[in-house]
């Protein structure tokens, strides 16, 4: 159905209804503003009742639309199939806060610094979906050459950096391995146990973005540089108190957006090394780039 004949069946609908108004002097509003002045719709009228019927298949068709988005986005955190979209849907991207706000970094006690300077990333930011979970861009998905290049450095940046971390399935993600501190390593805390001890990992069945921690100060430096954005999740006050290890996102959980070259692959990397030191607790120097 084109939009003109769903419009011209509205309209037709509604002139329908039009001559079935009856006057309800029993009613309450005829009682109380006079049965001159009120009309109440027949609501047993064959034209209200496919005027439901209208009104319900554009609710099902925008919601099929809204599922067929979030499958669109590919596995991640919440189950991929109708429940999860419903549990996030319903439930979760509700509770979604302005993910590009820098006030919930504002209060934090935590001036602590790490990456230095970062150059201003070029161009406009990705689109994000508007899904809280998974967190993934709609647009800005870089080629497979420089998927592979990410990937390439990421494993090679844990090949230098054993001795601080462990490759394991993301505890987050729940698919794909991710960057964890390694068993020996005490680590940051508290922020260390609140990222479940989870340094970073790559949104491989998706766009290519990633999820790291960094100190409140950087995540602003990062926002500001265009590099990523808060999760929408992130300090949530009412996850917080449902108390649920895992359910609960700190503040310091950002977005890395996908590189879309190499020159952006370093400074993706050179984030996911600052998260490593911070979430480490170890000086940025005693790590290999």
């Known amino acids: 159905m084109t939009s003109s004949s769903v419009s011209s069946t509205v309209r037709s609908m509604f002139s329908a209804l039009d001559g079935n108004f009856v006057w309800g002097k029993d009613s309450l509003l005829s009682r109380s503003l006079g049965s001159s002045t009120s009309r109440i719709i027949n609501p047993k009228s064959a034209a209200f009742q496919s005027l439901i019927v ?72 990705p689109i994000i979906a508007r899904h809280a979970v998974p967190q ?95 999760h929408a999740l992130s300090g949530g006050t009412i996850l917080a108190r449902i108390g649920i290890k895992g359910f609960y996102l700190p503040v310091q959980y950002t977005l890395i957006y996908s590189p879309r070259n190499r020159a952006e692959i370093e400074v993706v990397m050179k984030l996911v090394r600052a998260s490593t030191a911070y979430l480490a607790n170890v000086p940025l120097e005693t790590i290999e780039p």
Not at 109 to 124: A, E, K, V, W, Y
């Open 54 to 125: 209208l009104l319900s298949a554009a609710g099902a068709y925008a919601a099929y639309r809204d599922y067929r988005s979030y499958i669109s986005l590919g596995p991640g955190g919440a189950p991929h199939n109708v429940i999860g979209w419903f549990f996030v849907s319903m439930l979760l991207s509700p509770l979604g806060q302005n993910m590009l706000s820098l006030k919930v970094y504002d209060h934090c006690t935590d001036n602590t610094s790490i990456i230095g300077d970062i150059p201003i990333r070029q161009g406009s930011r």
């Open 136 to 230: 993934r861009q709609v647009n800005q998905v870089p080629d497979k050459e420089i998927t592979m290049a990410l990937v390439a450095s990421f494993n090679e940046f844990y090949e230098k950096n054993k001795h601080l971390l462990k490759l394991a399935p993301s505890l987050h993600e729940k698919r794909g391995n991710a960057l964890f501190l390694a068993d020996t390593i005490a680590g940051n805390q508290p922020i260390a146990d609140e990222m479940l001890r989870e340094v970073a990992h790559i949104h491989k069945l998706g766009d290519y973005s990633l999820h790291i921690a960094l100190p409140p100060q950087d995540c602003k430096k990062v926002v500001r540089a265009g590099w990523g954005q808060r």
